[in-house]
Every structure is written in C-alpha cells, then in structure tokens.
C-alpha cells in the first residue's frame, strides 16, 4: 500500500513537471489544481472578501502565485505558516531581438538566465514556450492580453562542433561562449530565398511608416524575430501573427520528465530546482485543507507562495524581495480588522520554511559532495 501511494505522488510530481516547462504554465498548472481543490482566486487590483474557513489564491504577473486557508478560528493579528519555494529554473531566454542569420542559417538569439550548466543545453532536442501579449480589437476598442504557448515538436538544437575541429576538448574542456556559441539552430536560409518575392510583394511593405515617421507595430514584431517563429506562435494560440505585440518565451527540452532507472527509483528531469518543492508545499497544503474539518479548529493561515526570479535574485516585482509577501499578509489581516498594529503582531506570531533543493552525494563526485557537506 504504501509503495504503491509513494508511485501516485510521483506519477503526480512527473504530471507538474511535464505541465511546467515555464514559470509562467508552472502557476497556470497550480491554479487548475487549486481551483479543483475548491480554492477561489482573488484579484490583488479588487477589494477583497475574505471570510474565516475559506481558502485562496491570487497571481501576480502570472508567474508567482501566493495560496493561502484561514483557518475557522482565525482572528486579525494571529500568524501565518508558510511555506516559500520558486517557479522559475535556469534557462535560454530568447532576447528581446532574437532574429540571427549567419553562415546561411537561421538562428535565435539567446540569454542566460540563472547559474546553469550550459554545456547540457547542447545536442538536445529543443523547443519554446512562455506567454504571447496578443493585441485584440472588438467593436472599435483595442485589448491585450495573456497567452501561454508550447510548441510541442522540437524546432531547433544548439549543435556542438565536431572532434575534428576542436582536437583538444577532451584535455583541456568544454568551454562554451555563451554569446556566439550557445545559439539554437532554428533551419537555414533557402527558405528565405525562397520566399524573397513573396517577401517583396508584402502589403506591409506599404505601412512599414506611420504618419508620425515611426515603424508599425506589425513591422516591428517582424524586424525583431525570425517569421518562422512568429507563424509557430500565432497557429499554436490561434491567432494572426500581426496580432502578436510581444512575449516572453525561453528554450525548453522536448524530453519528457519520467520515473525511471532500473527498480525506477530515480525522477529523470530538468526544473527540479525548484519545481518540486513547489509541487509538495502545493499537494501538502491542498492535502492538509481538502475536507471543511481540516479547518475547523485552526486559528491561523496556512500559506503557500511560489515566487519568480529566485534564480537572478529574487528583486523584481514578482520575486520574493518585493512586497508580495508582506501585502498578503497585510490584506489578509486588514480584511478582519482595519487596526494596523495588528500586523506586526501577526509577523511575529508567523513563521515561514524556505523550502529550496539541496545536493545529494554524487557517487561519480565522492569528494567533492563530502566537503560540500
């Protein structure tokens, strides 16, 4: 019984994980799982209407997501026990220009973002994915709004150079240029050759300049990335690609997250760090408010807040250095009493675990894991 319950938890940790190649799909998942959970989603931009017993969540930038049950017995000025983990993992951001032709290819222009391991990222079979702003208009008003995209299929591969033409890898290295040599491939040019009439005969041509002298929004998006990307995004999310404005996308591995190994016994998976405490402090706080009595004699609020940007330092409007924290708290506890010392009450009372993955002992790395620990 208990082998077969530790394989449930797993297969639903390889379930997030292959549902979170971004920070952004990462929450996306965690809300789908909160709301089957009964949880409510509250806006940070509305008043709020809490009420004793209930639970719920709110997003900000739609890549940290804050979760929180008040406990039946919870009065303003009690604590708080939260746990803290991040969505966000190392990784290849696609820059804000990424169109790259070279050598009669078409590449994509990368960013490191966070500490990684670079060289891993070669030879793999990759992908993108994150969120597209789409530019809307319905009876003569203009919106925006947020798209998560995935391209499934693999589009392109950082390619390493062969044997013969870095003789002395093995002795002395890989060692990767990150700014010339960490570039996905995404196909080559004769495409482009091809389809130069075509090109040339594009009736954005005729609006490349406004009235005002600057570039269309339209021939801006074009002049930035690759068209091949921008026809991907627009027919994975359903709309024209003149109707994109911007996103935000990263390079994902196509290969799935699995149990595996010989008595599969190992996770086979990249984002572990720190998707998987995010993951067990979100199933612990679900488990642990599922029924009405879980709540019933608790007096404080059990908190869950997955920040963004732990991996470059946490200061943004969405990390765990900004207020984020503080204004859950501080509006959780003002909804039940508008008395401000109550809050400095409450953050004494409260505590939080900071839930992060730590190293195991590398068999391949003995001495180097024993004086790390």
Request: aromatic share 8%; hydrophobic share 40%; net charge negative.
């Amino acid at each position: 019984m208990q082998k077969m319950q530790e394989n449930t938890v797993a297969s639903e940790l390889i379930n997030f994980l292959n549902a979170s190649p971004t920070a952004f799909h990462a929450v996306e998942e965690a809300k789908k799982r909160l709301r089957n959970a009964g949880y409510e989603q509250v806006s940070e931009r509305q008043d709020w209407n809490l009420e004793a017993g209930k639970r719920y969540f709110f997003t900000r930038n739609h890549s940290t997501i804050v979760v929180f049950a008040i406990g039946n017995k919870f009065e303003a000025g009690n604590g708080f026990y939260i746990v803290g983990a991040h969505t966000d993992s190392p990784c290849l951001k696609l820059k804000p220009v990424s169109k790259v032709t070279k050598g009669g290819y078409l590449k994509v222009g990368v960013q490191t973002y966070g500490s990684g391991l670079w060289h891993t990222w070669f030879d793999r079979d990759l992908t993108v994915a994150g969120r597209v702003i789409i530019k809307e208009e319905k009876d003569g008003s203009v919106s925006y709004s947020h798209r998560l995209v995935r391209i499934e299929e693999p589009i392109m591969r950082v390619p390493t150079i062969a044997i013969h033409l870095d003789r002395n890898v093995n002795s002395d290295g890989f060692k990767v240029n990150t700014e010339t040599q960490l570039l996905p491939v995404l196909a080559t040019s004769i495409k482009t050759e091809l389809n130069k009439a075509f090109a040339e005969s594009d009736p954005l041509k005729s609006e490349e300049t406004l009235a005002d002298g600057k570039k269309s929004d339209k021939v801006m998006i074009k002049s930035k990335h690759h068209s091949l990307v921008l026809e991907m995004i627009a027919n994975q999310i359903g709309c024209k690609v003149d109707d994109i404005c911007d996103f935000e996308l990263q390079v994902c591995d196509t290969q799935p997250s699995v149990i595996a190994g010989a008595a599969k016994e190992f996770i086979f998976s990249g984002r572990l760090d720190n998707l998987c405490s995010s993951f067990c402090s979100l199933k612990a706080l679900i488990d642990a408010t599922s029924s009405e009595s879980d709540l019933k004699d608790e007096s404080g609020v059990r908190m869950v807040a997955l920040f963004d940007h732990e991996e470059v330092g946490s200061n943004s409007a969405q990390g765990a250095g900004s207020p984020v924290m503080l204004d859950a708290l501080s509006r959780i506890t003002s909804s039940f009493d508008s008395d401000s010392k109550l809050l400095p009450k409450a953050i004494q009372l409260s505590y939080l675990v900071s839930a992060d993955m730590a190293h195991a002992l590398h068999p391949n790395y003995m001495v180097h894991c024993l004086i790390v620990n």
